[in-house]
């Protein structure tokens, strides 16, 4: 039998305002069993679980490990302002002029994500 990824896990500074980040990033929710200065928090949603534990070191160099998202239900240019809106901050456009490309963000923390086309938008420039 192989392994299953049970969750991706990410050490950080405050587990639980990093958790409320991705459970709005996500649709996703925060568990019921975590709460303002816990150690740990714990995200479910139907695209990932992710689990946040606070660590004493900051962050300093670029993830090796990173998120890349696919909006379900608007564009990856909706999706990057909505993001935005929740706490990201820009970290470089790779959008081309036909459309194709992703756009990195990093969240409240600093962690580098990417996001890319939605699959409505990825049909339509198929060839």
């Known amino acids: 039998m192989t392994s299953l990824v049970r969750h991706v896990t ?3 500074t405050d587990a639980f305002t990093l958790a409320t ?3 709005a990033a996500l649709d996703g929710k925060v568990s019921d069993e975590d709460s303002p200065g816990d150690p740990e928090a714990l995200v479910t949603s139907e695209a990932a679980t992710l ?3 606070s660590v004493p070191d900051a962050k300093s160099v670029k993830n090796r490990v990173h998120l890349d998202l696919q909006p379900q239900d608007r564009t ?3 999706e990057v302002d909505r993001l935005l809106a929740l706490g990201a901050t820009l970290v470089g456009d790779h959008r081309l002029p036909d459309g194709r490309g992703w756009v990195t ?6 962690n580098e994500f990417c996001v890319e086309r939605s699959a409505g938008e990825r049909d339509a420039t198929a060839p």
């Open 51 to 53: 689990l946040f534990v």
């Open 10 to 12: 990410f050490d950080c």
């Open 21 to 23: 980040f991705w459970a």
């Open 76 to 78: 990856r240019d909706e």
């Open 105 to 110: 963000l990093a969240d409240v923390e600093g």
